[in-house]
């Protein structure tokens, strides 16, 4: 098969080189934009004169038969192509004669696949995003069904204070909202075009690179023709985003992992997303939840992949950039999945708040609520805060928890204590007296979620216009 560079050389390579150096088999999911970003400078070479209109019209009608059939399945893409570009222009060219040869005018391979690279990306931040939409609402959809389920809170894994499932569940929402804030930048930074900066210096003719830009949806277009066709900043940046993404969900598949643990019973997952034992038949796994925070390190594997293909490269173009595709593609594909996976996973869970509250009464969370207690009456912090830690150990040797610790036991220790103080420790009590913003009493909680839903319409608007 001709090569389309072939010309200086003979372009005949050593079959071994031929499919060491092809790109077809990973980057033919991108035939779409190859060929609406192929329209869109047919179009601009029409209008530009630099074609005839009749010209225009011909390609242009070629390349979207093209589309049709391979959308319908009537075509396939020939793997043994050097690349899609190459596939497109060779059919395209079969059907058209010399004029499919005409449509690579004021354009090269360097620029058109980052085009088509952009192009693909935006729509994969789109679906991303989307689907961290839907994760965001069916996670603040539960904590408002719980956002009064007290259970311990954590530090360095050992219970600290008493919170409600609810808050826990919206520390997830705005790192995901996050997430989307992070993807919603790298999308305008990954929407500018490099057609017309050809294989780096531009072209002679005259082109009108704002116009094709703006027929393919583009902001703008790069504004260095170097930089055009050597930047995969936008690969790396959307790779990173991806990688936080997954950093959340792998912390959220731990928290999950846990709670649904015989040691925690906080949460039962739903069958759906569990697995049984080969050998233990009471065993249920939750291999989903595992699954999305093995898959974590995979993406971030492909985010180094990408740091360092770059890292040593000199300007312009370099073959070693055909790289940087299977990695973000591998990136996008996993998230989606792992992201799917998670929203169905936490819409059908089962919270179990009698465990939840058991173990909120075990571990001695409400002590800072009875060393801010002793501060009402008149204690320095750190004196009440000692007096407080000298209280848990009198109940750990007698068997009592603050609750039940009897008024004489309390005042041995601090005359300041009186019979108000139970009110003080109460769990309840000790929940919904935190009302600063983003605390852990219920109105906080619908704080919380009335300020994440704002924010997820807010997001859905902007990608709706």
């Not at 009749?54 to 049709?68: D, H, P, Y």
């Not at 703006?214 to 930089?227: K, P, Q, R, T």
């Not at 936080?244 to 906080?266: A, G, T």
């Amino acid at each position: 098969m001709e090569k389309i560079w072939a010309g200086v050389t003979s372009g005949q390579t050593d079959s071994a080189a031929d499919s060491f150096n092809s790109s077809a088999a990973f980057d033919r999911r991108m035939y779409r934009q190859d060929i609406l970003g192929s329209v869109a400078h047919a179009r601009m070479l029409g209008d530009r004169g630099i074609i005839t209109a009749g010209e225009a019209e011909i390609l242009e009608s070629g390349l979207t038969e093209i589309l049709a059939e391979l959308e319908s399945g009537a075509l396939a893409v020939d793997t043994s192509c050097e690349d899609i570009h190459s596939f497109v222009e060779r059919e395209l060219t079969a059907r058209t004669g010399d004029v499919g040869r005409k449509l690579h005018t004021a354009r090269s391979r360097n620029d058109q696949v980052a085009q088509d690279l952009r192009l693909y990306l935006i729509g994969e931040i789109d679906s991303v995003s989307g689907l961290l939409g839907e994760l965001v609402a069916a996670v603040t959809d539960r904590a408002e069904e719980h956002k009064a389920d007290i259970m311990p809170g954590y530090t360095h894994l050992q219970r600290a204070q008493p919170v409600t499932f609810g808050h826990s569940l919206m520390a997830y929402a705005f790192m995901f909202l996050r997430d989307m804030d992070r993807l919603a930048g790298c999308r305008a930074r990954t929407n500018v075009s490099p057609i017309g900066s050809c294989a780096l210096a531009g072209t002679t003719y005259g082109t009108d690179r704002r116009s094709e830009a703006a027929g393919l949806g583009f902001d703008g277009v790069c504004e260095n023709s170097i930089d055009g066709v050597s930047d995969r900043d936008f690969c790396v940046e959307l790779a990173a985003a991806l990688s936080i993404v997954m950093m959340h969900l792998s912390r959220f598949s731990e928290e999950l992992i846990l709670w649904s643990s015989w040691e925690f019973r906080f949460i039962k997952l739903s069958d759906a997303y569990t697995t049984g034992s080969s050998i233990m038949p009471q065993k249920k796994n939750p291999d989903m939840a595992e699954l999305c925070r093995g898959k974590t390190g995979r993406v971030y594997g492909d985010l180094m992949a990408l740091l360092t293909v770059m890292k040593g490269l000199p300007l312009a173009y370099n073959k070693d950039m055909q790289e940087d595709k299977e990695a973000v593609f591998d990136a996008c594909d996993t998230v989606r999945a792992c992201l799917g996976i998670f929203t169905g996973m936490v819409r059908t869970l089962t919270p179990l708040p009698g465990n939840m509250r058991e173990a909120a009464g075990r571990g001695f969370i409400n002590a800072t609520d009875y060393a801010d207690y002793l501060v009402g009456k008149g204690l320095p912090f750190r004196t009440a805060y000692k007096l407080a830690g000298q209280t848990v150990a009198l109940c750990m040797k007698e068997g009592f928890v603050l609750e039940t610790l009897p008024l004489e036991k309390y005042r041995s220790l601090c005359p300041l204590a009186d019979g108000d103080v139970y009110a003080a420790v109460d769990l309840d009590a000790c929940v919904s007296r935190r009302v600063s913003d983003g605390g852990t009493s219920v109105a906080s909680v619908e704080a919380q979620i009335a300020a994440a839903r704002k924010k997820l319409a807010a997001f859905t608007a902007a990608v709706d216009l």
